[in-house]
């Protein structure tokens, strides 16, 4: 049991268990125990490290530079960490008013007048005239039309036709009767015709001889013997005889021979007799209008277009001429027109920011990263025993120069470690 308590003390205190009541010798309490002489305690920690009295622990610190960033909103210059504000540039003219995106410069001057083509002042220039000439109207006299080549005035006159047959003919319900003449034809029945005669062959021999039998007659290298009878007649066709059988006639009918009175004309168009009267036109004008050599003469009055010779019409008195200027632009106090000339800009300067990486905390002047780390604490005695005793916070370790231990029996032990 004295092995173990002498090996806990020369053993770091904080990974010491904290004894119990079974750890003290056989027979003995642990609050018994007194610790007549105690010496203070050495603490020591690994190279590098010192002992904190605040922690009870053996602390080194590392240290690492801070990195440095500018705030959100602001932009990292040479000059430090810089925030922009802006604000709209406010247009100006030097000359003119501002219209738009110009300066524009208005010059007034009175217009002048003029009258549209074909028109002329009036005397006194307050208006615009016109003389135009249209047709003369015309009329003609009751019952009378006008011409196609409307220069005349004409009147038809009916009347109705007059009808005869022509000469060697007679009128009658089918027409003008003609009757036509001809002479009979004769002809025979049998053989030729020769002389008014009919002449029929009865016999006929070849003769190279022009001499013939008795009777015979020689025609054409043949010798003949011919009888003779009267020729019959007949009248061509479409023709019959005379009652006294001496000719031919034919009954034919013409369409009646037409006329028209004496001054009349026939009209195909309206199949009548027609005689024209002619009249001569009679020439108006309309209401507001003069008869002239040319025409109708009537004036149309306009108003006066007013015009300009420079510049634009304004209203109708007025000619103005408009002269456009660049705009200018201006920023409020303190501010600045960007490169672009877009709008305007002031910059104040904000602190720059420092941080650390996981671990560091930032040193009070903000010059450093710094990390804090521990090991842990070797505790030893010069004089006496290394030995824990119990305090109202908990065990404390104490260099005991003279230890014993009151048990139930009269054993004590001097010199040793113990618990209290």
């Known amino acids: 049991m004295k092995a173990a308590i002498v090996l806990c003390a020369s053993a770091i205190l904080l990974s010491c268990p904290t004894p119990a009541a079974s750890q003290t010798p056989d027979g003995y309490q642990q609050q018994h125990g007194v610790c007549h002489k105690k010496e203070n305690v050495h603490y020591e920690c690994p190279r590098g490290y010192t002992y904190d009295d605040e922690s009870l622990k053996c602390i080194k610190h590392d240290h690492m530079e801070p990195y440095t960033y500018c705030p959100k909103g602001t932009k990292e210059t040479a000059d430090g960490c810089v925030k922009y504000v802006y604000q709209k540039k406010t247009p100006y003219c030097e000359h003119g008013k501002l219209e738009g995106h110009k300066c524009i410069h208005r010059k007034y001057t009175d217009a002048e007048y003029q009258c549209k ?6 005397h006194d220039k307050s208006k615009c005239f016109a ?5 003369k109207l015309h009329k003609c ?3 009378y039309e006008l011409t196609k ?3 005349n005035c004409i009147k038809h006159i009916y009347a109705d036709l007059k009808y005869y047959c022509p000469k060697h003919s007679y009128a009658t319900a089918k027409g003008c009767k003609v009757t036509t003449y001809e002479a009979k034809v004769p002809y025979c029945h049998q053989g030729y015709l020769e002389g008014g005669k009919c002449v029929v062959i009865k016999h006929s021999y070849h003769s190279y001889y022009p001499k013939c039998k008795q009777g015979y007659s020689f025609r054409r290298h043949k010798c003949v013997l ?4 009267d020729a019959r007649y007949k009248c ?13 006639y034919v009954d034919k009918y013409v369409a009646k021979l037409r006329e028209c009175p004496h001054g009349y004309k026939w009209s195909r168009h309206d199949s009548k007799c027609v005689r024209y009267e002619y009249a001569d036109l009679k020439y108006y004008c309309p209401k507001h209008s003069v008869l002239t050599h040319k025409g109708c003469k009537s004036t149309i009055y306009e108003a006066k277009a007013p015009y300009c010779t420079h510049g634009n019409l304004e209203g109708d008195h007025k ?27 002031a910059k104040t300067f904000v602190d720059i920011k420092y941080s650390c990486v996981d671990g560091y905390k930032l040193s009070e002047e ?7 780390l521990y090991a842990d604490v070797a505790h030893k005695c010069l004089k006496g025993k290394l030995t824990l005793i119990a305090g109202s916070s908990g065990y404390a370790p104490v260099c005991c120069i003279d230890l014993y231990y009151v048990g139930n029996g009269s054993k004590s032990i001097r010199g040793g470690n113990t618990f209290h």
């Not at 083509?117 to 009036?122: E, I, K």
């Not at 003389?131 to 047709?135: C, G, P, Q, R, V």
């Not at 103005?320 to 000339?341: I, R």
């Open 117 to 122: 083509d074909g028109y002329s002042f009036t």
């Open 141 to 143: 006299p009751g019952g």
């Open 319 to 345: 000619c103005v001429v408009e002269e456009a200027f660049l705009v200018d632009y201006e920023c409020p106090d303190g501010y600045q027109l960007t490169k672009d000339s877009s709008k305007c800009y």
């Open 226 to 229: 011919e009888s003779y009878h």
């Open 131 to 135: 003389d135009k000439y249209t047709a």
């Open 236 to 248: 061509p066709r479409g023709f019959a005889f005379t009652d006294d059988q001496s000719k031919c």
């Open 366 to 372: 903000k010059d450093k990263c710094v990390k804090a």
């Open 149 to 151: 080549d409307k220069k």
